[in-house]
């Protein structure tokens, strides 16, 4: 059974630092993994997706990396902003069709004007 | 930008209840999702629908779960009697096949 992990569980920074969370995962035969971000009672917004034979994807500020060997993800957010406080979650499917997607229990950010 | 809706944004009932959440999935995806998230817990999968049926559920989704698509938009789960543990937020998701899922503002189902 996939089991997924993320740390640190919470994190306070300065604005203008740039930081990585991290992502982890037990069984290495998934297909995607996704990155979204959650506000505090809110939807999930997608910020990035790495296929398998990917090993990163950048969206502006953001960069994340795959390593399915070690079984690793990380976000890379680089020059935070207040903005991007919110509740950063990983999560992956095994299939191509989003099958029993599983998710990470977070990381929630702080970013401190 | 296409995006998935779902309505009610909040939802009150009594236990035993029925409830159904509806969603409206992007028009030109394909694979719908369930997922529900209590407060303060990760997000889990519910089930998954494709080509009008239950492609996989998970173990939450027991016999008083249940999944349609009525017409060519909407997709909808019902709760048929509901438990004070069904509280949490639903999120409907779709996806077009070997992209990204998008995710619905979710409904915040409170049952008292």
């Known amino acids: 059974k996939q089991e997924v992990t993320q740390i640190p569980a919470a994190l306070s920074v300065p604005e203008g630092e740039n930081l990585v969370l991290n992502c982890s995962f037990t069984d290495s035969a998934i297909y995607n993994l996704q990155w979204f971000r959650q506000d505090p009672g809110k939807g999930l917004t997608s910020l990035l997706l790495i296929q398998s034979s990917q090993r990163e994807q950048t969206s502006g500020r953001l960069n994340a990396s795959l390593d399915k060997s070690s079984g690793r993800s990380t976000l890379y957010i680089a020059a935070s902003q207040p903005g991007d406080s919110a509740t950063y979650l990983c999560?992956?499917?095994?299939?191509?069709?989003?099958?029993?997607?599983?998710f990470g229990p977070g990381t929630r950010l702080s970013v401190l004007p | 930008e296409p995006e998935v809706t779902q309505t009610p944004s909040h939802q009150v009932t009594q236990m035993g209840q029925e409830v159904i959440l509806r969603c409206v999935p992007i028009s030109n995806h394909l694979y719908f999702y369930w997922y529900r998230q209590i407060l303060g817990q990760k997000v889990e999968f519910l089930v998954s629908?494709?080509?009008?049926?239950?492609?996989?559920k998970s173990e939450i989704f027991d016999d008083q779960f249940s999944v349609e698509r009525p017409d060519g938009s909407n997709f909808t789960l019902k709760i048929r009697s509901t438990k004070l543990e069904d509280s949490a937020m639903y999120f409907c998701?779709?996806?077009?096949?070997?992209?990204?899922?998008?995710f619905g503002p979710g409904t915040r189902l409170t049952v008292t």
């Open positions: 999560a992956l499917d095994r299939d191509n069709y989003g099958q029993n997607f599983v």
């Open positions: 629908f494709y080509n009008n049926e239950i492609s996989e």
């Open positions: 998701a779709s996806l077009k096949g070997g992209y990204e899922q998008y």
